[in-house]
């Protein structure tokens, strides 16, 4: 067990423990600097929670950390997508605390191809060197094979089955939730919706919202200065008319709320906002059968 009290199962390897004790310590050099007075720090008492290896669909092995209760079987699932940072220690303990809810929680390392976003030290390069480079269908493959994961591991109940994402995980809940049937929600936590189409990334939620599988509960700041609000009323707009999840999803926003609000760990947070959205979303994972 290391400083931050994540502790790992007996039977991982080296290198699994030492991608692990990265996940418990480190932040994205790029989000410095970090607030410590404000970051929570969820123990690991209880749980079983740590580094896992995730086999994609061409083979490579995929690091992924993993919490969840440590007696018991049948939890539900949540996929947590990381934001632009990539799995660092905000992502981890996110886990942890939807493995305090009785939840399996699952963040794969969706960057791994490209680079380890936790070592670059700006967020211009971050974008240019790696975000930019990682393609959409890459992330829906290898969110699959994160599934395929939790059915093989047999602790989780994978057909209930959420996903919640922060930031560019905001936008990946919607687009994988258009693109696996089997999802029955999703939390998206101000991710874009609507932007310029790239080679890489050719569509937007805004454009997938016939095809959404669950509903999905969206999270946004009203003073966000990356998400216009004029974005989130399309948004709104194009749900009415999408899919029978579609038209139960919801979108919330918080006023005078920037962007980042969830991120305990940098200036944007805001703890009432946070606070009411987790219980937002633990909420709306129940009422839609992710539990």
């Known amino acids: 067990m290391d400083g931050d009290n994540i502790s790992f199962d007996d039977s991982v390897s080296r290198r699994k423990a030492l991608f692990g004790t990265a996940f418990g310590t480190a932040f994205a050099l790029a989000a410095q600097p970090v607030q410590a007075q ?18 994609t669909k061409d083979g490579k092995d995929m690091m992924a950390y993993r919490a969840m209760p440590a007696s018991g079987t049948g939890f539900g699932t949540i996929l947590v997508v990381q934001e632009i940072f990539g799995v660092h220690q905000h992502i981890t303990d996110v886990c942890r605390r939807f493995a305090k809810a009785g939840y399996y929680a699952i963040a794969p390392d969706l960057y791994f191809r490209q680079g380890d976003a936790t070592k ?109 609000q004029e974005s989130v009323e399309k948004m709104r707009t194009a749900l009415k008319s999408g899919s029978p999840a579609a038209q139960k999803s919801q979108i919330k926003v918080y006023p005078d709320t920037p962007h980042g609000f969830n991120a305990d760990y940098r200036p944007s947070y805001r703890k009432g906002a946070a606070d009411d959205g987790w219980q937002v979303c633990l909420a709306w994972f129940k009422a839609n059968g992710v539990v």
């Not at 929670?49 to 086999?55: I, M, R, S």
């Not at 049937?181 to 874009?192: D, H, I, L, S």
């Open 120 to 228: 670059v030290t700006d967020i211009p390069t971050l974008m240019k060197d790696i975000v930019s480079k990682v393609p959409d269908a890459q992330v829906m493959g290898d969110l699959d094979a994160t599934v395929a994961f939790v059915k093989g591991e047999g602790k989780a109940d994978a057909a209930k089955l959420g996903i919640t994402g922060f930031c560019w995980g905001g936008r990946i809940v919607w687009m994988y939730d258009a693109h696996n049937p089997a999802v029955k929600a999703g939390v998206a936590w101000y991710g874009p919706l609507a932007r310029d189409a790239t080679p890489l990334s050719p569509t937007n939620p805004v454009d997938v919202t016939k095809t959404l599988a669950g509903p999905v509960q969206g999270l946004y700041g009203g003073a966000d200065t990356g998400i216009s």
């Open 38 to 55: 404000s970051v929570i720090t969820t123990p690991a008492d209880g749980l079983t929670a740590g580094a896992v290896t995730v086999k």
